[in-house]
């Protein structure tokens, strides 16, 4: 396994729990894996469009981040 495989980074972070699983939905169908962080916390106060504090991260490995992003903006998601 390569470091960059190890190391992690965030691609992308949304407003809302609805519009990350959409994204990361994409990114899986091109064979990037991700996980969602901050879904709890935006989950319980949904104010990601007013405050950056609480919207939900698109994490992908280092290796996959480019790539990530790419794919993102293409798609019009970030």
Not at 12 to 41: E, S
Not at 51 to 60: E, R, T
């Amino acid at each position: 396994m390569k470091s960059s495989d190890k190391q992690t980074a965030i691609a992308a972070t949304f407003a809302n729990a609805a519009d990350a699983h959409i994204a990361a939905g994409m990114l899986a169908d091109h064979g990037i894996k991700c996980l969602l962080d901050n879904r709890t916390t935006n989950a319980i106060f949904p104010m990601g469009d007013t405050n950056p504090n609480f919207g939900v991260d698109i994490i992908v490995t280092a290796s996959n981040l480019a790539e990530a992003r790419k794919l993102l903006r293409e798609h019009d998601d970030i």
